[in-house]
């Protein structure tokens, strides 16, 4: 395995188009928020599809489809 | 609350999956249906079609238990309170993961439930497929596919409802969390037993920091509370990490798992025709020409179709050709030139003034409104139109969720203001309402801006817009810096496009229509009469005269329009209606100060009677306070900058 295989990449570094897997959700995301992105699909292991990333970031979760601030996105970590 | 002893039968779910259209298959009754998450905001009941002696109650969607949010809160009250036979859990069945995760908790609740995975449609267009036996058969509770806006399923999940039962519970949680559970579920269950929901579900709710069991145990279990407290605080403490998170994701977990065995997902190739529009719609570079073209669709269909031709007709070729003349002539006819006829068919009569500006002038407008509004919110495009404008909206210290209740602002304030509902904070909610408030022009008023500004030029217009534009962006600027607490970043879900259906829009414009004509006629009388008591004591013209150095010296208007901002309290196209009275009288530059006064001055009164009853007296009169002086203010400067410029 090579060493970037498992690195660990803020959503919103990723470029649209790619399938990622949900690696956690970063200590600025306060509680409230991570329940709340948990609770829409945003759990760990899960694949995820980046559509876009401007204006927003919009991801597919299963088949729902989210739109993000990059100030969230930015501190959800993800792994290819 | 259910006070009948009929027990119920609770409709849950995420937002935005077909509850509110299946309560309309189930009842008969209609509740608001759109394609936005989070419309159904108060829970909702009536009597089953297919068994009289039961109640259906369609709840705000959740999408988690335990609740945060006041939609949650709405329905975890509902489950606590009501005495219940059955849940029904309508689920999206394309989005099986999510679904099951609710389940999971909804299942240690002890209450009879079936469990609809509705869109079943959508689900196989995108190549999903589950196994419902196997489903069904894990939860040991009835499982049925449905399409609640075809209808499909619909016998089956009456016959089902019939056969709901207790679901074996879709999880164990960690041994040592079982413990914990176990523990404060004996204690609820000798201090404060739940009527319908069982000991266990209020454990893990209470444990997750559900404020709502939270409540109705310090309720019920008295002095007993302080020991489930303790053992909640020595759960949370044994827990490493955050003890309501640790829950959320052993549940979520084990609904992944579930979810897996039993579904499976075809790999689609090409994305559906739908999803590509979606994306579309909100890509950086094709969303403005999509959203231009949206809104010029919309001017061309409510500012051309329904302000121009629609009042055309109404308003000059009925009302001002036929009915009017005859309904004077009856009048005097029958009662003579009196001071009875002239409150019906004067100046300012109730029929001459009052219907025929409701009828003939706003109903077209706000109809065609709310005909271009449905069709927009149940498209889909909505939430996509927050994504497109969440930067603007940031700089105003809101986030593009506030573009719902902006628009509807466009068609009524007063409306717009009940649903800042589905804005996520206190703060949000204020700010929006306070810029709803200022410089938001309803419908009616636009029509009425559109008739006597574009008759002056297209530049006068111009000047007027612009003008709202400013002072939209300015004070939202200053209240996002004044008004404490943190902007909230924008997180939503983009549901699906779908095709409108015309029955939907045409109910839901219906059932808007109806609680305007409610709303808006009543006051237009009472506006009228006031008027005309005014009128008849001889105070209007002593208003008049009061407020001439501040309209006529500072505004640069003639006197009369001080006439024109009283009207403008009791509804501001009312007032603006007044300033188009005397449009022959005003030049460009005196026309465009007026509208400009006029549209920020102080919403109409059901508006503030609105705004009271969402944000409380001090805050609803705080606001007038700061808006009539501003109105003022901006009103004068442009005045000034205009006649220094014109
Ligand atoms: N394709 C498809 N669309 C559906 C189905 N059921 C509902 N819809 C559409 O989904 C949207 C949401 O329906 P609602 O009934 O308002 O959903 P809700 O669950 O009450 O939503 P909230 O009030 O936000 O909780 C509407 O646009 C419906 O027309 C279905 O089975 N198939």
Not at chain 2, 296 to 316: D, N, Q
Not at chain 2, 480 to 505: D, H, S
Not at chain 2, 602 to 609: H, I
Not at chain 2, 616 to 637: C, D, E, S, Y
Request: charged share 15%; aromatic share 6%; hydrophobic share 50%.
């Amino acid at each position: 395995m090579s060493p970037h295989h498992d690195a660990r990449l803020p959503l919103a570094f990723i470029p649209p188009g790619e399938e990622v897997r949900l690696a956690g959700l970063g200590d600025e995301i306060d509680a409230l928020q991570r329940e709340q992105l948990t609770a829409y699909g945003l759990a760990e292991n899960r694949p995820l599809r980046v559509l876009q990333q401007k204006p927003m970031t919009v991801i597919l979760a299963e088949e729902v489809e989210l739109a993000l601030e990059h100030s969230v996105a930015r501190h959800i970590w993800v792994v290819r | 609350m259910n006070t009948s002893t009929a027990p119920a039968i609770l409709l849950v779910g995420h937002p935005n999956v077909g509850k509110s259209v299946l309560f309309h298959r189930l009842t008969g009754a209609y509740v608001n249906v759109s394609n936005y998450p989070g419309t159904t905001v108060e829970v909702t009941q009536a009597p089953a079609r297919f068994d009289a002696s039961a109640t259906l109650l369609d709840t705000p969607g959740v999408l988690a238990l335990p609740s945060r949010s006041d939609d949650e809160r709405a329905t975890m009250r509902a489950l606590l309170n009501e005495t219940s036979r059955c849940l029904v859990q309508v689920g999206d069945a394309k989005n099986l993961r999510r679904t099951l995760t609710l389940t999971a908790l909804l299942a240690e609740l002890g209450v009879p439930m079936v469990l609809a995975l509705n869109m079943h449609d959508e689900a196989m267009a995108r190549g999903v497929t589950v196994d419902i036996p196997a489903l069904a058969e894990e939860l040991a509770i009835p499982v049925l596919a449905t399409v609640a806006t075809g209808g499909e399923g619909m016998g089956e999940l009456t016959s089902s409802i019939a056969r709901a039962a207790v679901p074996d519970p879709l999880l164990h949680y960690d041994p040592l969390l079982e413990e914990e559970i176990t523990l404060l579920a004996a204690a609820i269950a000798t201090h404060a037993p739940h009527p319908s929901l069982a000991a266990r579900g209020l454990a893990i709710l209470f444990l997750g920091n559900d404020t709502e069991v939270d409540s109705w145990l310090r309720q019920h279990a008295g002095p007993a509370y302080a020991q489930l407290d303790a053992l909640r605080r020595a759960a949370s403490q044994r827990a490493e990490e955050d003890l309501p998170g640790l829950l959320a994701r052993q549940r979520t977990e084990a609904a992944d798992a579930l979810a897996t065995s039993v579904s499976q997902r075809a790999v689609r190739s090409s994305p559906l025709l739908a999803q590509r529009i979606g994306q579309a719609v909100v890509h950086p570079l094709w969303g403005i020409p999509i959203l231009l073209g949206v809104l010029y669709a919309v001017y061309l269909f409510v500012g051309v179709f329904g302000a121009t031709t629609l009042v055309g007709l109404l308003e000059e070729d009925l009302f001002d050709g036929i009915l009017n003349p005859a309904v004077t002539d009856f009048v005097t006819t029958q009662i003579g030139n009196n001071g009875l006829s002239d409150l019906l068919v004067g100046q300012y009569g109730l029929w001459t003034m009052g219907m025929t500006y409701a009828l003939a002038l706003i109903l077209p407008i706000v109809s065609t409104f709310f005909i271009a509004f449905g069709i927009l919110e149940d498209s889909g495009y909505m939430p996509r139109l927050s994504v497109i404008a969440n930067r603007i909206f940031a700089r105003m210290g809101l986030n593009g969720r506030a573009v719902l209740p902006m628009v509807l602002g466009l068609g009524c304030v007063t409306m717009a203001t009940l649903t800042t509902r589905i804005l996520h904070s206190p703060r949000e909610r204020l700010i929006t309402i306070f810029l709803l408030a200022l410089a938001i022009p309803c419908s009616a008023q636009l029509g009425v801006v559109l008739g006597m500004l574009g008759g002056v030029s297209f530049s006068a217009l111009l000047v007027w817009a612009l003008a709202m534009v400013g002072v939209l962006f300015l004070s939202g600027f200053l209240a996002a810096r004044l008004v404490p607490g943190r902007r909230i970043p924008l997180v939503t879900e983009l549901p699906p496009m779908r095709l409108p259906i015309a029955g939907n829009v045409l109910k839901k414009t219906t059932g808007r229509l109806k609680w305007y004509l409610i709303e808006v006629i009543p006051l237009f009388l009472i506006g009228t009469f006031l008027m005309y008591l005014l009128d008849r004591l001889g105070i209007l013209p002593a208003i008049i005269e009061a407020g001439e150095p501040l309209v006529s010296g500072w505004l640069g208007l003639p006197k009369e329009a001080s006439a024109a901002f009283v009207m403008g309290f009791l509804r501001r196209d009312f007032g603006a209606t007044g300033l188009f009275m005397l449009a022959d009288a005003l030049s460009p530059v005196q026309a465009i100060v007026g509208m400009i006064t006029i549209t920020l001055f102080v919403p109409c009164f059901a508006s503030l009677l609105m705004m009271i009853k969402e944000r409380g007296l001090k805050t609803g009169l705080a606001m007038l306070a700061i808006i009539v002086p501003f109105a003022f203010l901006v009103g004068g400067l442009c005045n000034l900058v205009l006649t220094a410029l014109w």
